[in-house]
Structures are given as structure tokens and as C-alpha cells.
């Protein structure tokens, strides 16, 4: 494994000599910072970043869980509508989360990981059938049930629960709940009701494990961000800085292996796919917000690279202009405004209406993520030592 590296003289070298970044004249939010990049400064910049994302997201799953359980306690279309907003206002912004996947968002076999994420968006592990028998054995109601199978719980599950409908299941015949006659048994106004009773119960698991990322992350409480600074010095979690910002930089990967691949690449027919195309695979099927959670996505990697802030807060690009690698910076910017300008353009209310109606465009989504992609795994891992994940190496679609 690649450790620290000539990354860390020329920084050493830039700071003895006491060198200043020029301000460009360009205005360009992301690199127009004069301080002295240092990694120690970098690391904390993304910690305080990412600590500040979650402290977002624990107020809206917060608030989610109050609006799922007032629309299952007092059922109707205004509670009900209530709980479906604050359901989008929680996965919009964990869907920027989704790419900071590092420390206890993570699974237990990284640095930190406290395998938070999987309890609160296990995507692309659904189950609806799953879900659907738990309504009808009321599972949802047990003392155990947030240690139920992720893919019956999380912001995934509760999306089915509060934006489906239709009085159907997605069990076969053969299931119990089917052959067994419990599930028409039931009759539409039970569904809907348990439905409703079932994503209280999520949303109350979601602002709980909400709550626990956030005081991991707190600076009055567990000080993650901590954590990444020691690692200049040799901490406890991070060994070096070099492994700190290995474990960031497989976090941006996100846009290539889940982005890239799973979510665009598969539902297009390019990646896993054996018919022209996959629609099915897209995410966020019944509130329709599968181009929105990309745009999310990359709003996230932009925070990451760049900062936070507007891009004034310390991040990766401030590393690489440090050492003389600002071009990289430019690479990504420009791969980055591509794919988001590629997404603006579609003009279909989602991912699934796109691949049918502008399918060209949704390629050209691809193209500018594959780019994107291209410049992480090639420049940006090359020029500062990092070493690729494993569930990217080997990827040249």
C-alpha cells in the first residue's frame, strides 16, 4: 500500500519558505483562497465540513420523524403531505452525505466506521416485498426492529410507505401474505393505515440514527473532525494523514461506482444490464427524485473537493495548489460543470422519463461523470499517493 509521499516534502517545502497562494483574478470560488494549504488544515476543513452536513441532516430527520408519525397518529392528505416534504427535505440532504461516507457513516471495516449509513439509506438494498409483509405481520411495532434487515427500514422504505398508494403488493403468488389471503384481507384503508403507522416507526429509527451521526461528529461531543486532525501526528483511528486522506478520497468515489455506474450507467442499459435498457433500476421510483438525488450528489462532491462555504472552505483543492497541481483542480471543475449542466438540461421530471424521452442526454450525463471519474482515478490519486478503492479498480465503462 502507497504511503505518505512527495506530496508531503513539497508541502513541507511551501510552508519553510513561507510561500503564499496568489489570489487569481478569475474570481473562481473554488481556488480563490490566499491562506496557506497545509494538510492538517485540509483535514480539518473537510471534517468541519462534513460535521456541519450531518448536523443538517439530523435536524431534518428530526423533523421527519415528527411529521411520519403526526400523519400515522392523525391520518390524511395534509399529514400525510407533510410527512412526504419532510421526507424530501431529509434525503436531499443525505443525498450530499451519501458522498462523505467516511468515519461512523461508514462500515466497520474503515478507519472509524460505525455502520450508520446502512441504517439510514440502505440504497440500492430494497425490498418491497419485505416491507410488505411486515406490514402484515405489523414487524414495524416490535422492539427489534431496528435491527430489522436495512432493506426493509431506512429513507428508502420510507419513500415506498409514504408515496405509494396503490392497495397492491409486490410478493409473489406464492408468498404467504398472498397465498394465504392476509394481504387482501386487509382491504385498502388497513394498507394505507399501517402503511402510514409503519413509516413512523422508519422516521423514528432515521432521527435516531440521525442523532447518533451527529453527536459522533460534534465537536462538543464525539469531535470526529478531531480525529482527522490527529492524524497529521499519528492519532488513535489514523495512523498518518496519508491514511485520514485515503479514507476521504474513497468517499468521492461515490460519483463513479454508485453515481456513475449504479445509477445512471445501469438504468441506461451500459453496465448489468441485458435488455436495451433498465429503467427499473432507478432510484427513487415512487417520489420520482432519481435526477434530483444525483444533483445532490454532486453538490456533495463539490463540498468535498472544493469546500465548504462557496468553496472558501479548505479542501482538496487547496492540497493540490499547494503543491503546484492546480490543473487537476481545473479537470475537475470542468468535468463537474459538464455533468451538472448535462443534468439542468433534461428536462423529463425524472431518470426513468429520461432514458425513455431524452436518452441522449442522459448519456451525456454519463460521458461528463465518466470524465469526472477519469481525472480522480488517474491525476488526483497519482499526484497525491492515494490509493484507489477496490470497487473502482478495473472499472472502464
Not at 443538517?56 to 390524511?76: E, H, L, R
Amino acid at each position: 500500500m502507497k504511503r505518505c509521499s512527495i506530496l508531503f516534502v513539497l508541502v513541507a517545502a511551501t510552508a519553510s519558505l513561507g510561500c503564499k497562494r496568489a489570489t487569481p483574478t478569475n474570481g473562481d470560488a473554488g481556488t480563490s483562497r490566499a491562506s496557506e494549504a497545509t494538510r492538517e488544515q485540509v483535514l480539518r476543513g473537510i471534517g468541519e465540513c462534513t460535521a456541519s452536513e450531518v448536523a443538517s441532516f439530523a435536524t431534518k430527520a428530526a423533523t421527519f420523524g415528527q411529521k411520519a408519525n403526526a400523519a400515522a397518529t392523525v391520518p390524511s392528505d395534509a399529514t400525510r403531505k407533510e410527512a412526504q416534504d419532510a421526507w424530501v427535505a431529509a434525503i436531499d440532504q443525505w443525498e450530499r452525505l451519501e458522498v462523505m461516507q467516511f468515519g461512523p457513516a461508514a462500515t466497520k471495516a474503515h478507519p472509524g466506521g460505525q455502520d450508520l449509513r446502512g441504517s439510514i439509506y440502505a440504497w440500492p438494498l430494497t425490498s418491497r416485498c419485505l416491507i410488505e409483509q411486515q406490514i402484515v405481520s405489523k414487524a414495524y411495532e416490535g422492539a427489534t426492529f431496528s435491527t430489522a434487515l436495512s432493506s426493509s427500514r431506512g429513507l428508502g422504505a420510507a419513500e415506498y410507505l409514504l408515496f405509494y398508494a396503490a392497495p397492491d403488493n409486490a410478493c409473489s403468488a406464492g408468498a404467504t401474505i398472498n397465498a394465504d389471503g392476509m394481504w387482501n384481507a386487509l382491504g385498502a384503508t388497513e394498507i394505507a393505515a399501517r402503511r402510514l403507522a409503519y413509516a413512523g416507526a422508519v422516521a423514528t429509527d432515521i432521527a435516531a440514527v440521525g442523532t447518533k451521526l451527529n453527536t459522533a461528529w460534534d465537536p462538543a461531543q464525539g469531535n470526529f473532525v478531531n480525529e482527522l486532525v490527529k492524524s497529521v501526528r499519528g492519532g488513535s483511528i489514523y495512523k498518518t494523514d496519508q491514511t485520514a486522506f485515503n479514507s476521504v478520497s474513497d468517499a468521492l468515489f461515490y460519483v463513479e461506482a454508485d453515481v456513475k455506474d449504479t445509477k445512471v450507467a445501469h438504468p441506461l442499459g451500459i453496465l448489468n444490464c441485458t435488455t436495451p435498457t433498465c429503467p427499473e433500476g432507478v432510484e427513487s421510483p415512487y417520489a420520482k427524485r432519481s435526477l434530483t438525488h444525483i444533483v445532490n450528489n454532486l453538490a456533495g462532491f463539490r463540498k468535498l473537493f472544493f469546500g465548504c462555504n462557496d468553496g472558501n472552505g479548505q479542501a482538496f483543492d487547496d492540497l493540490l495548489d499547494a503543491i503546484g497541481a492546480s490543473s487537476i483542480n481545473t479537470s475537475v471543475k470542468v468535468a463537474l460543470e459538464q455533468a451538472e449542466a448535462a443534468l439542468a438540461s433534461i428536462t423529463s421530471p425524472d431518470l426513468e422519463t429520461a432514458i425513455a424521452q431524452q436518452n441522449d442526454k442522459v448519456r451525456a450525463v454519463h460521458t461528463a461523470l465518466k470524465k469526472l471519474a477519469d481525472v480522480l482515478k488517474t491525476e488526483f490519486v497519482t499526484v497525491l499517493d492515494l490509493e484507489l478503492p477496490q470497487r473502482v479498480e478495473g472499472d472502464n465503462d
